[in-house]
């Protein structure tokens, strides 16, 4: 018989000596964290209590009104001292003679010299008076005994009892005690309460001055925004400016700093105040503390503006009335006077406003012009505000390119002789011929007689720094674009600004967001009006404006972008600008397109009638060296004026304003360019037969090709 034998344990299988072999290690569960000492929970409880809004409000509430008692006894302690002293009228000489005013300061010493007066006849006074205190005394309790005896007399006499003369005596003597005994009653608590309301009346002193820090100050008392300026003000704002030589000024000055400050007069919307800086301060550090000289004055940093007038270490602080930069000005007069008209030689442009609140205009005599600033500030409403007033000029003609091309010069049609609007390369180039062609018209001028009186020929480039950025070249080669010797945009620009202005033709140009590339240097400079709506760096102030004018002060960059739109700072000799001053402030009048469009209608309505050219290829298609050769005739050569001339007869459409510059674009590199002949420039006939006979061949050869 077969037994099953059953194992109850699996019989282990060998190990493989080469596999590998994981340990498992078991880790104990790990320690419970240690508590946190008692002092760091004390901390942090003590930190949270102490960083809660209740608790700093407490703090507050203690702090402000224990200063408040505190301070209010250091104000009635000086009010004393000033009352019972001459100290009141020594501050006010010293002050006197700092600023330079000795009859003030001979008028204060006069009324010194009372007060000492008046105080030593009081204090002899006193050195006899104990002796006539004791008389009157004497006297006056000794009369009123007698009238007390008299009346008990009297009484008696009425009564008929003795006694009654010793009652109004005896009386008197009884209410003495009663007064007595109250004062006793009374005396105690008084010793307690006295101290105790003497200090609630020097709490509500220094409580109405409010003597306390601005931080432990409630909140609807905390902000001093507006607060009017006053002399105290202004040198403890100049005190904490820190400026460690200004400050120890200030505090070595016996008159605390007054001496520093011209008067405080009202300049329009503010105040303005010179400050005489002490010996080791110059007026660059305070120039460079604007933003926290603004915040000590309670004001935002725009609306405190810090210049340079004429005299030496002195700034000049022209400060705002809280908010009031931020009230728009009234309209152009452009818009209220319908009967205005211009004078572009002994007339004014009204612009706007300055920051004292008075009319700024702009004379635009023999001046180029470039406006700068940041996209949609306002750049190109404020030059065409000095086109539309400058259109009511009949005797002014108007060139203009506006490279934005969204008609916000469109009014201008029916006044400009050319107004070409778009963004693009070909805008570009008709842009670009139009100020070479306004150099040739600046070059006929100036071969005029001197003397010769010649009209107004303003040209007109809004967005101009597309031009200077545009990559497109000519046949020749030669860019749009650009800053080299080559771009003929750059190239034209340069040549209207060397010698346009003896010859009434002028270049006014509107750029955004200037840089060297967009802006070249010699473009900007060569502009006699500059000005800047907001920009972004102090670097693109000094290429609008000019070192000069922002070492001066002016602060282009510091225009709040979008808040400050219309808001323009001008270096120009064609506005007034207060003495010293490299700049000035002005706040444009805004003038919508509606009413542009009112005013180029009353413009249009004084000339005779203008058809504005928007092409530079305008009308019909023309050959024009065949009709170069069609006006030169028989002749064997002509003048190239009488070609301009006879050119223009021929068709004023396409001739008309053509220069000495366009006929010879035309003609060179064809063999017929004008030459000289008995020093004169003329266009030979035989050349120009040979010029066309040429082109026909070249033409007829790549046909049959």
Same mark, same amino acid.
């Given at each position: 018989?077969?037994?099953?034998?059953?194992?109850?344990?699996? #019989?282990?299988?060998?190990?493989?000596?080469?596999?590998?072999?994981?340990?498992? #290690?078991?880790? &104990?569960?790990?320690?419970?964290?240690?508590?946190?000492? !008692?002092?760091?929970?004390?901390?942090?409880?003590?930190?949270?209590?102490?960083?809660?809004?209740?608790?700093?409000?407490?703090?507050? +509430?203690?702090?402000?009104?224990?200063?408040?008692?505190?301070?209010?006894?250091?104000?009635?302690?000086?009010?004393?001292?000033?009352?019972?002293?001459?100290?009141?009228?020594?501050?006010?000489?010293?002050?006197?003679?700092?600023?330079?005013?000795?009859?003030?300061?001979?008028?204060?010493?006069?009324?010194?010299?009372?007060?000492?007066?008046?105080?030593?006849?009081?204090?002899?006074?006193?050195?006899?008076?104990?002796?006539?205190?004791?008389?009157?005394?004497?006297?006056?309790?000794?009369?009123?005994?007698?009238?007390?005896?008299?009346?008990?007399?009297?009484?008696?006499?009425?009564?008929?009892?003795?006694?009654?003369?010793?009652?109004?005596?005896?009386?008197?003597?009884?209410?003495?005690?009663?007064?007595?005994?109250?004062?006793?009653?009374?005396?105690?608590?008084?010793?307690?309460?006295? &101290?105790?309301? *003497?200090?609630?009346?020097?709490?509500?002193?220094?409580?109405?001055?409010?003597?306390?820090?601005?931080?432990?100050?409630?909140?609807?008392?905390?902000?001093?925004?507006?607060?009017?300026?006053?002399?105290?003000?202004?040198?403890?704002?100049?005190?904490?400016?820190?400026?460690?030589?200004?400050?120890?000024?200030?505090?070595?000055?016996?008159?605390?700093?007054?001496?520093?400050?011209?008067?405080?007069?009202?300049?329009?919307?503010?105040?303005?105040?010179?400050?005489?800086?002490?010996?080791?301060?110059?007026?660059?550090?305070?120039?460079?503390?604007?933003?926290?000289?603004?915040?000590?004055?309670?004001?935002?940093?725009?609306?405190?503006?810090?210049?340079?007038?004429?005299?030496?270490? #002195?700034?000049?602080?022209?400060?705002?009335?809280?908010? +009031?930069?931020?009230?728009?000005?009234?309209?152009? &007069?452009?818009?209220?006077?319908?009967?205005?008209?211009?004078?572009?030689?002994?007339?004014?442009?009204?612009?706007?406003?300055?920051?004292?609140?008075?009319?700024?205009? !702009?004379?635009?005599?023999?001046?180029?012009?470039?406006?700068?600033?940041?996209?949609?500030?306002?750049?190109?409403?404020?030059?065409?505000?000095? +086109?539309?007033?400058?259109?009511?000029?009949?005797?002014?003609?108007?060139?203009?390119?506006?490279?934005?091309?969204?008609?916000?010069?469109?009014?201008?049609?029916?006044?400009?002789?050319?107004?070409?609007?778009?963004?693009?390369?070909?805008?570009?180039?008709?842009?670009?011929?139009?100020?070479?062609?306004?150099?040739?018209?600046?070059?006929?001028?100036?071969?005029?007689?001197?003397?010769?009186?010649?009209?107004?020929?303003?040209?007109?480039?809004?967005?101009?720094?597309?031009?200077?950025?545009?990559?497109?070249?000519?046949?020749?080669?030669?860019?749009?674009?650009?800053?080299?010797?080559?771009?003929?945009?750059?190239?034209?620009?340069?040549?209207?600004?060397?010698?346009?202005?003896?010859?009434?033709?002028?270049?006014?140009?509107?750029?955004?967001?200037?840089?060297?590339?967009?802006?070249? =240097?010699?473009?900007?400079?060569?502009?006699?009006?500059?000005?800047?709506?907001? !920009?972004?760096?102090?670097?693109? *102030?000094?290429? *609008?404006?000019?070192?000069?004018?922002?070492?001066?002060?002016?602060?282009?960059?510091?225009?709040?972008?979008?808040?400050?739109?219309?808001?323009?700072?001008?270096?120009?000799?064609?506005?007034?600008?207060?003495?010293?001053?490299?700049?000035?402030?002005?706040?444009?009048?805004?003038?919508?397109?509606?009413?542009? =469009?009112?005013?180029?209608?009353?413009?249009?309505?004084?000339?005779?009638?203008?058809?504005?050219?928007?092409?530079?290829?305008?009308?019909?298609?023309?050959?024009?060296?065949?009709?170069?050769?069609?006006?030169?005739?028989?002749?064997?050569?002509?003048?190239?004026?009488?070609?301009?001339?006879?050119?223009?007869?021929?068709?004023?459409?396409?001739?008309?304003?053509?220069?000495?510059?366009?006929?010879?674009?035309?003609?060179?590199?064809?063999?017929?360019?004008?030459?000289?002949?008995?020093?004169?420039?003329?266009?030979?006939?035989?050349?120009?037969?040979?010029?066309?006979?040429?082109?026909?061949?070249?033409?007829?050869?790549?046909?049959?090709?």
């Amino acid at each position: 018989m077969t037994e099953n034998v059953v194992h109850l344990h699996k #019989t282990p299988e060998p190990i493989d000596p080469d596999a590998q072999v994981t340990t498992l #290690t078991v880790v &104990p569960d790990a320690p419970p964290a240690r508590p946190l000492p !008692l002092w760091v929970r004390s901390g942090r409880a003590v930190k949270t209590v102490a960083t809660a809004d209740g608790t700093k409000t407490v703090g507050r +509430a203690v702090v402000r009104h224990g200063l408040y008692t505190f301070n209010g006894g250091r104000i009635v302690a000086r009010r004393t001292w000033d009352g019972r002293t001459g100290a009141r009228y020594e501050r006010m000489i010293r002050a006197a003679e700092a600023a330079g005013n000795n009859e003030l300061a001979e008028e204060w010493e006069e009324r010194l010299q009372r007060f000492r007066d008046a105080r030593h006849r009081r204090r002899m006074d006193l050195l006899h008076s104990p002796i006539e205190v004791a008389k009157g005394a004497a006297v006056g309790t000794g009369m009123g005994i007698g009238a007390l005896v008299a009346l008990g007399v009297v009484m008696a006499i009425s009564n008929g009892d003795v006694k009654d003369v010793i009652t109004p005596l005896a009386a008197t003597i009884d209410f003495i005690a009663l007064l007595i005994r109250i004062v006793q009653i009374v005396w105690g608590p008084a010793l307690i309460l006295g &101290p105790l309301f *003497a200090l609630l009346a020097l709490w509500a002193v220094g409580s109405k001055q409010q003597a306390a820090p601005q931080w432990a100050l409630p909140a609807n008392a905390r902000s001093s925004e507006g607060e009017p300026i006053t002399p105290s003000i202004v040198v403890k704002a100049l005190r904490d400016l820190g400026i460690a030589p200004l400050k120890s000024a200030i505090k070595e000055m016996g008159d605390a700093g007054a001496s520093m400050l011209g008067p405080i007069t009202i300049a329009g919307c503010g105040v303005e105040v010179d400050v005489t800086l002490p010996s080791g301060v110059s007026t660059i550090e305070v120039q460079n503390k604007r933003r926290k000289l603004a915040e000590n004055l309670t004001r935002h940093e725009h609306e405190v503006f810090v210049t340079i007038p004429v005299a030496a270490r #002195t700034v000049r602080l022209w400060i705002a009335d809280s908010g +009031a930069l931020d009230e728009p000005i009234g309209p152009s &007069p452009l818009v209220t006077d319908e009967t205005m008209t211009a004078d572009y030689k002994k007339g004014r442009a009204p612009w706007g406003q300055d920051l004292r609140g008075d009319a700024a205009s !702009l004379s635009l005599y023999q001046r180029h012009l470039l406006i700068t600033g940041l996209s949609n500030q306002g750049k190109t409403a404020a030059l065409r505000a000095l +086109a539309l007033w400058l259109a009511l000029d009949r005797s002014v003609e108007f060139w203009m390119g506006d490279l934005k091309g969204v008609g916000d010069w469109a009014m201008f049609d029916g006044i400009a002789t050319r107004l070409i609007q778009g963004p693009t390369d070909e805008h570009v180039i008709e842009v670009t011929e139009m100020v070479e062609d306004a150099v040739g018209e600046m070059n006929r001028r100036l071969q005029e007689p001197p003397g010769t009186d010649f009209p107004l020929l303003v040209v007109i480039v809004d967005e101009a720094q597309v031009a200077f950025m545009c990559p497109a070249k000519g046949e020749d080669k030669r860019p749009y674009g650009g800053s080299s010797a080559t771009s003929r945009y750059y190239m034209g620009a340069r040549k209207i600004h060397n010698q346009g202005r003896a010859v009434n033709v002028l270049l006014w140009q509107g750029t955004q967001d200037p840089t060297n590339e967009n802006l070249p =240097k010699l473009v900007r400079e060569g502009a006699h009006t500059r000005a800047s709506l907001a !920009l972004g760096t102090e670097s693109q *102030a000094r290429m *609008a404006l000019g070192d000069k004018a922002v070492n001066g002060g002016a602060a282009p960059h510091l225009l709040r972008p979008g808040l400050d739109k219309g808001t323009l700072v001008v270096a120009s000799d064609g506005i007034e600008i207060p003495a010293g001053q490299s700049s000035i402030t002005v706040r444009t009048h805004y003038i919508s397109t509606d009413d542009a =469009k009112a005013i180029a209608a009353r413009a249009k309505a004084l000339r005779d009638g203008v058809t504005t050219l928007h092409t530079i290829e305008r009308g019909e298609k023309r050959d024009p060296l065949a009709d170069i050769a069609s006006v030169v005739g028989t002749a064997s050569r002509v003048l190239t004026q009488d070609v301009l001339k006879r050119l223009g007869a021929l068709s004023a459409e396409s001739y008309g304003k053509w220069s000495f510059l366009d006929l010879k674009r035309v003609l060179d590199g064809t063999g017929a360019e004008p030459y000289k002949s008995d020093g004169r420039m003329v266009v030979g006939r035989d050349r120009l037969a040979r010029a066309l006979a040429d082109r026909d061949t070249d033409g007829s050869a790549s046909a049959s090709k």
